[in-house]
């Protein structure tokens, strides 16, 4: 049993067979809001991994008034990103301009 925050779907890799949400909810920091298709996604996806002992996974929530929103959480396809761009911060640019005076 591991009990954890959404912060388990940030990539770690676990031989996990069933995900439970205990709550569908969580704090942005500054209101309680449900939790996205993208989220849910990540999170369920902690479980069944290829190369573990479970291949397949499951996923269910402990209330049962969550059921129908996770349902549409793992059917809703997520687009796939077609182009991403970062900005950088005045401290990279006063970075980036000294570097190109002392070169």
Avoid: W
């Avoid at 209330?63 to 793992?74: A, F, G, T, Y």
């Amino acid at each position: 049993v591991l009990v954890a925050s959404d912060a388990i779907g940030m990539g770690m890799n676990l031989s996990i067979k069933r995900i439970i949400f205990n709550s569908m909810f969580k704090s942005n920091g500054e209101s309680v809001v449900r939790l996205g298709h993208s989220a849910v996604k990540q999170i369920a996806g902690r479980a069944g991994r290829r190369n573990s002992p479970y291949p397949s996974g499951e996923v269910t929530c402990r209330d049962p008034e969550d059921v129908e929103h996770l349902k549409r959480c793992m059917a809703t396809d997520i687009k796939m990103i077609e182009s991403a761009g970062l900005l950088p911060t005045a401290k990279h640019i006063e970075a980036f301009s000294e570097a190109l005076e002392t070169y």
